[in-house]
C-alpha cells in the first residue's frame, strides 16, 4: 500500500513563501497524476492542484489550478525521488489550511496525514 507523506508547512506572514512536499513510499507514482487540497477550520476540503502522471502531457498542459491559487502557486514532481511538490508564493490569510497530498488509483484512494500551513496577516 501506498504511503503519502507531507512536509513543509509552518507559520508564514502574507507575502511570504513555502514550499510544501510530499514523500510517496511503497509504489513508484511517477504513472500516476497527484493532487494536493487543502481544508480550513470550518470548511470542506478543496481541490488545490494537479500534475499529470510523468509523459502525460496534452494541449491543456499537465498541471491545473484552483482559481484561487493561479498565478501563486505551483506544483511540481520528481520522479527520482517519488515526490510532488507544490511552490506557495504571495501567500494570503485565506490560505490557512491544513494541505493534504492525494492519489487515486482505480478507485483507491491514498491520503497524507496533511501539514499546517498558517498564514498570518
Known amino acids: 500500500q501506498v504511503q503519502l507523506v507531507e512536509s513543509g508547512g509552518g507559520l508564514v506572514q502574507a507575502g511570504g513563501s513555502l514550499r510544501l512536499s510530499c514523500v510517496a513510499s511503497?509504489?513508484?507514482?511517477?504513472?500516476?497524476?497527484m493532487n494536493w487540497f487543502r481544508q480550513a477550520p470550518g470548511k470542506e476540503r478543496e481541490f488545490v492542484a494537479a500534475?499529470?502522471?510523468?509523459?502525460?502531457?496534452?494541449?491543456?498542459?499537465?498541471?491545473v489550478y484552483a482559481e484561487s491559487v493561479k498565478g501563486r502557486f505551483t506544483i511540481s514532481r520528481d520522479n527520482a525521488k517519488n515526490t510532488v511538490d507544490l511552490q506557495m508564493n504571495s501567500l494570503k490569510p485565506e490560505d490557512t489550511a491544513v494541505y493534504y497530498c492525494?492519489?487515486?488509483?482505480?478507485?483507491?484512494?491514498?491520503w497524507g496525514q496533511g501539514t499546517q500551513v498558517t498564514v498570518s496577516s
Open positions: 511503497g509504489g513508484n507514482i511517477s504513472t500516476y497524476a
Open positions: 492525494f492519489l487515486d488509483v482505480s478507485g483507491r484512494r491514498y
Open positions: 500534475i499529470s502522471r510523468s509523459g502525460a502531457n496534452t494541449l491543456y498542459g499537465n498541471t
